[in-house]
């Protein structure tokens, strides 16, 4: 397999560079506080309520970011051959099992940070059968406990929910849905002041809510105004860590800050006419999570077929998953944000309601959907989602391929897939 | 009729009901092309016979079909069969789905019972005849025949599609011990409390406390220890497809459990779910050199 990983993706924005450089003093931070001065801190699933702990200033380790991080440093591959000769099956989930397969591996000499320290908790969603035996035996091996979250059944499927998220959030994620969250969140915040001695300020939780709607605001007008311009303005390459290293840092005066910059960058773009590229012919639309170990791979059809990833779900999925109305009921507000992050991604009809709308809005002419064969959770929804994009009178690729696993990624390969795909579709 | 379609349902409230139709029928070796444009590869295959078998109407006389949320590939599968009617790609059976929730916390106990609460209130079943159905299953579970006389095979695993593998087991000489996949749903479980006097909540907690299935908070190898001495088993074998997430983190565990229970064992992982894979024969070769 003639690999060809890692390739830098282009960058044009000032505040690009900023938000990396934020996120990489955040990381010699973070790692000062939990490994040389052992704080209390926890290793969270992405779609946990990181909010609490910001409000309580517990330290996170994201278990997708980790596993980002360490894929970055192309280490994945090492790790996951741990994990098998330790005796689990190569098949295993990948994307949510690295930061435990970095642990087993134990090897600090090697390990980012030396690997993690023993945290206060780990806490996931069972979103899928995998996770709660992932972060059950990360636990075990750092002498830690797990607090799982339920992912309760959604009875009440609205494919429109997008529309509603922001003011009808009762009604879209059911009112039991968010009252047993409510009651699993109070439970997780008892936990974490018994092991802590830390308090859970209200008064901080309410303002961090509300900062949060004003910083995802700045996303979403972003998003908007990118889906309209043409060309795309900025890169997915450049959406992604200005969407989502704020969003690690949500409700933060940095990361409001940083969101209105980013949008205000994006817009000084839009108004001087200037693309991400200058050859864009087609717009893309990638399904699914980032390609850590490659971030080149979006922008390498744009010289030679015009091709532009214009669309990833971290920007535009920060106006319907996260703004919420408070309506003076902030905890149940965050527990309606909690219900339902993974399943709008990976169930219909949500899922598929959402991507048609969304390659509607922004003049989508093909889509590229990750297949990952070794997880059900992220494959989940997109044959029906691949359908109606079809059925809506837009091409979709599905290719095999994982996020964090480089060892079944093939650089050329998978550019030469999407170049033949919109060849045979007519599109160049 | 309702039939089930996962792990841990409340059998007690379709039977009050009088429209418990069993686990839903399919052919595990049917082809399935219109269900491999819906569903994708990593779902349990017999996800793939079932949506195969709606799409040609083989459950037009069911009134339901009751999935679980104690299995990834039930619920997800419910989401799936909504959708597909939504879209009006299936017709057939109204799909429903019992909420069952199963962390090792009250707030999940009561969601559980919820769920059982109304499931019962749309069947129109109330407590006088959910407490009867307890009764009348506590018999049944009492009245289990006892395993027969004769050298045990532990199959233990991903339950099987049908006894394919037991057979191979029995053609041996030893008595095959371990559940098809419809025995598995259709298992009822331990006895339930009776005259609780909330009956939900008594079918609930015994939900909630199975100790099966993928999404159990048991430890896997102290239950796998617990199935050897149980049925004293002269032999395991630990068979498991490709298709499972759950499992199949639990093999180093089990793979000590089965060392220190110093019980010959054949682990055999990654496997087909069709079993085209010789496992019939692995099974005999390993059965085969075991003495008495």
New interface residues.
Partial sequence: MSVTANQRSRKTLACTAEATAYQKAFGAELRRRVVEDREPYAIVQADTPHELFHAMDIPIVTNQWWSAYISAKQLSAEYFDAMTA????????KYCSLGLACTLANDPERAPWGGLPQPTVLVAR?T???I???F??WAEALGSEFF???A??W?D?D?DWFLHARDDWRRVYQP?RIA?MV??MH?LIALLENRTGRKFDEAKFHHLMEQINVQEGYIWEAAQAIGNARPCPVSIAEQMPNTMIPQWHRGSDWAVAHAKKFRDQVLEKIAAGEGASTNEKLRLMWIGAGVWHDPGFYQSLEEKLGAVFVWSMYMPFAGPAYIRELQGSPMEALASRVASMNETLH???WM?GWMVSEAERCGIDAVVIL?P?????S??G???TA??LEQAGVPVLMIDADMVDAKIWDHDKMVGMVADFLEQRGLT | MIAIAGPDLPHEVLLAAACHAGPIAFDPERETPQAL???????APWAFAVVEGWAEHAYDGLEAVLFS?A???S??L???I???Q??GLLAGPEPL???I???P?A??VD?TA??VRKLAQRLGVGDEALEAAIVATNQRRDSVPALADGKRCLLAGTPPPDDRLHRAIAAQGFVPVGRTLAEDWADLGEPVAEASGDPALAIARGMHARQSG??S?ADPATRLRAAIDACSASAVVLWRI??E??Q?????AE?RALDEAGVPALVL??RDWLARDGAAAEITAFLSEITP
């Fill in positions: 330790k005796g689990f099956p190569e098949n295993s989930c069972l899928c059968d995998c709660q035996q992932v059950g035996l799982p979250m339920e309760p059944a009875t499927k494919p039991d047993l009651r699993e439970d169930l219909p009809p598929s297949l064969p070794d997880n059900r959770l494959q989940s997109n044959k029906l359908l109606a | 444009q819906w569903v994708e590869s990593k779902f949320r299995d990834d590939t619920q997800r419910y989401y799936y909504c959708e597909l939504r879209r789905i019992c909420d929730a199963k962390i916390r707030s999940s969601r919820d769920a993928s999404r908070f490709e298709e997430e759950a199949c983190w639990h093999l180093p793979r992982t990654r």
